[in-house]
């Protein structure tokens, strides 16, 4: 194995030493970052709620992967919907 002088060992003296992006490096660069920290809020937020379900369909919901609550949202959307235009 190599000794790499342009990365040098993180040691402890060293990450003491270390600053942040932001204080060392141009405007013109940091502006290429987008600020703040986590997903950006949806337009059409979700509300969190808790709901009982029996566990077999619970189960069943998960079994299809990824994505379940999306979909669960999607049927549920598709089951109501129809009828509440009706009123």
Known sequence: MTHDDDGPELTA????????????L????LSQFPRG??????EAAKAPVSLRLDQD???AWKATGAGWQTR?????RAAILPKLKAL
Do not use: H, K, Y
């Open 13 to 24: 003296d060293l990450a003491r030493s270390a600053r942040r992006g932001r204080d060392v």
């Open 26 to 29: 141009p405007e013109t660069i």
């Open 37 to 42: 920290r986590g997903r950006p809020r949806s």
């Open 57 to 59: 369909v619970l189960d």
């Open 72 to 76: 669960m949202n999607d049927a549920l």
